[in-house]
T-cell receptor
Framework: AQSVTQLDSQVPVFEEAPVELRCNYS??????LFWYVQYPNQGLQLLLK??????LVKGINGFEAEFNKSQTSFHLRKPSVHISDTAEYFC???????????FGAGTRLFVKA | EPEVTQTPSHQVTQMGQEVILRCVPI?????FYWYRQILGQKVEFLVS????????KSEIFDDQFSVERPDGSNFTLKIRSTKLEDSAMYFC????????????????FGAGSRLTVL
């Protein structure tokens, strides 16, 4: 079955520290991968996407993610977080030819001063 | 920047009542979707809509749910007889023609409609 696993439900981190939010998906021949961010009481905003090409993708707000096909992972990283990065982060996958995007359970990033 | 607009932002209804949630997708998008997020849980796919018909739906999307694109701009989700467990945030999304090189759908989401069933 198609699925996305976000290994950490909550990640507390101090301001200016680096962070990695982990995401794994169930294997398939071809996927498109996304990270979305949800600020409190708001909708989902696209952070970055991997469609094809370079496995390292850069997104908004200084975030980047690396597609690793052998490990079926798409971990999100930021070298130095800000208080304003506090939000829920969702990893998502669409399988080639499909219409639906499947979301992980989300990781709540909490940045402390 | 173009955005997906949803109304109402919050609706409270009694169990058994019909509810219609409305969405205005981005004007040149061709694919339309509804997702829901029960409080504290993951975002779940309900249905996708393309070329005036449902292209894919989940097991959640049973006979109580329907979607419609009544005109060139609106996309609606109807719940015929609401249940307590329908309480959730409902997100509409749209995507443009599939990305030329990869064929991917890249979704733009609305801010959501919070449905509370009492």
């Amino acid at each position: 079955a198609q699925s996305v696993t976000q290994l950490d439900s909550q990640v507390p981190v101090f301001e200016e520290a680096p962070v990695e939010l982990r995401c794994n998906y169930s294997s398939s021949v071809s996927v498109y991968l996304f990270w979305y961010v949800q600020y409190p009481n708001q909708g989902l905003q696209l952070l970055l996407k991997y469609l094809s090409g370079s496995t390292l993708v850069k997104g908004i707000n200084g975030f980047e993610a690396e597609f690793n096909k052998s490990q079926t992972s798409f971990h999100l990283r930021k070298p130095s977080v800000h208080i304003s990065d506090t939000a829920e982060y969702f990893c998502a996958v669409t399988y080639t030819g499909g219409f639906k995007t499947i979301f992980g359970a989300g990781t709540r990033l909490f940045v402390k001063a | 920047e173009p955005e997906v607009t949803q109304t109402p932002s919050h609706q409270v209804t009694q169990m058994g009542q019909e509810v219609i949630l409305r969405c205005v997708p981005i004007s040149n998008h061709l694919y339309f979707y509804w997702y829901r997020q029960i409080l504290g849980q993951k975002v779940e796919f309900l249905v996708s809509f393309y070329n005036n018909e449902i292209s894919e739906k989940s097991e959640i999307f049973d006979d109580q749910f329907s979607v419609e694109r009544p005109d060139g701009s609106n996309f609606t989700l109807k719940i015929r007889s609401t249940k307590l467990e329908d309480s959730a945030m409902y997100f509409c999304a749209s995507s443009p023609p599939r990305d030329g090189s990869s064929g991917a759908n890249v979704l733009t989401f609305g801010a959501g409609s919070r449905l509370t069933v009492l």
